[in-house]
Antibody
Framework: QITLKESGPTLVKPTQTLTLTCTFS??????????VGWIRQPPGKALEWLAL???????RYSPSLKSRLTITKDTSKNQVVFTMTNMDPVDTATYYC?????????????WGQGTLVTVSS | DIQMTQSPSSLSASVGDRVTITCRAS??????LNWYQQKPGKAPKLLIY???SLQSGVPSRFIGSGSGTDFTVTISSLQPEDSATYYC?????????FGGGTKVEIK
């Protein structure tokens, strides 16, 4: 049974760095074809893909945010860490991590419950 | 970036109706198209991957089709629990992109 859960601050100040951790179970990020991605959703708006890390440490980022994003994995802890620098109120959103498999076309088949991050002074 | 355009943005239909949502890609994405259902306050749920493959546990009334640039998801007989927002997503290339969503309401 695959599960994922996001953790981190619910409130950050403008210009601060956001660090979120995705802790997962039921799969290994050292298995060929496996990836974990981050997706966000501002209140009342659509989903936006942010970043993806694969079993082989290949990392992909949204070009519009690439300069602000970092994604890393700790295979031994079954965790993926996501950071976004220079936070702004427009970054207020629910942030999700999700499991992906290249063999089924990189869809996101399992999602965490999401964590709402508010950016405000 | 590949742009994904969904239509309509919202619809209202009766229980038992056949409902179709369309998703168009700005360039060919072969069959790298996925559909998600999201209910208020919940994470998205994968319904269909690779354009027409039904995710395990998803009712067979959800039918995906299409290839290239034009895709649809059809709910063959709308049920009350299908009230939700539906998103398409292309996984042909990064940046991965989502459509703007279609909100389905029950009359």
């Amino acid at each position: 049974q695959i599960t994922l859960k996001e953790s981190g601050p619910t409130l950050v100040k403008p210009t601060q760095t956001l660090t979120l951790t995705c802790t997962f179970s039921g799969f290994s990020l050292s298995t060929s074809g496996v990836g974990v991605g981050w997706i966000r959703q501002p209140p009342g708006k659509a989903l936006e893909w942010l970043a993806l890390i694969y079993w082989n440490d290949d990392k992909r980022y949204s070009p519009s945010l690439k300069s602000r994003l970092t994604i890393t994995k700790d295979t031994s802890k079954n965790q993926v860490v996501f950071t976004m620098t220079n936070m702004d109120p427009v970054d207020t959103a629910t942030y999700y991590c999700a499991h992906s498999l290249t063999v089924v076309g990189r869809c996101f088949d399992y999602w965490g419950q999401g964590t709402l991050v508010t950016v405000s002074s | 970036d590949i742009q994904m355009t969904q239509s309509p943005s919202s619809l209202s239909a009766s229980v038992g109706d056949r409902v179709t949502i369309t998703c168009r890609a700005s360039q060919s994405i072969s069959r790298f198209l996925n559909w998600y259902q999201q209910k208020p306050g919940k994470a998205p749920k994968l319904l269909i991957y690779a354009a027409s493959s039904l995710q395990s546990g998803v009712p067979s009334r959800f039918i995906g089709s299409g290839s290239g640039t034009d895709f649809t998801v059809t709910i063959s007989s709308l049920q009350p629990e299908d009230s939700a927002t539906y998103y398409c997503q292309q996984s042909y290339s990064t940046p991965l992109t989502f459509g703007g969503g279609t909100k389905v309401e029950i009359k």
